[in-house]
């Protein structure tokens, strides 16, 4: 299904944008009562790591977005390039908060913990109803070919969880995987064509 079809039935579902993210932003606003600002913050940089390395991920592998519509694929490139940019700044802000050390590292690797979970419940939760809305539940050869297209081929899950892992080493940095090179070559794309490539 073409990405334009599938936005199409997931706010014929009724499941548009807003029903489907307010589980983050609740438990970043409710994160300032219920925990101290440096846990607040440990919320934000765990998530910010996920959307680095998804952006990683989506810009070092042309075959993930190859399929998909060249309109929504731009706009993905584009958001992939936007949340490389500032993949660090929360986490400076944390490490100015917090300092260096163990109890910085054993906080943020706990929320990390907690946030994947949360993160994953979320994300299935969220495909089984883009899969319901487009009456594919019991499409077991559908199923196979995400299988296939997560972890074989083009096999994206497998970067992400090495990615995942990197943030668990004390002394972490984001831009210590220095992937500023897709950055510059998407733009340059962009700027080659004077609009956004397919
Ligand atoms: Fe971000």
Known sequence: MRSSE??????????DDTTLSPPVAASERSAPKATARASALAITIALEHF???????ALSDD?????????FAAVWRWH?????EHKAVAYDVYREVT???WGAYLRRVRIMLLITIG???DVVRYHLRLV????????VPGWWRLFRFHWV???????VWRLWLEYFRPGFHPWQRDNRRYVEAWKAAYAARGAAPA
Request: hydrophobic share 40%; no cysteine; net charge negative.
């Open 6 to 15: 599938m936005y199409g039935k997931l706010s014929a579902s009724g499941a």
């Open 51 to 57: 959307t680095a390395i998804m952006a990683d991920v």
């Open 63 to 71: 075959r993930i977005l190859a399929d998909a519509d060249p309109r």
């Open 80 to 84: 992939a390039i936007e949340e490389t």
């Open 99 to 101: 300092g260096d050390g």
């Open 119 to 121: 993160f994953w419940i």
């Open 132 to 139: 319901h809305a487009d009456g594919a539940l019991g499409d």
């Open 153 to 159: 081929n083009p096999g994206g899950m497998r970067r």
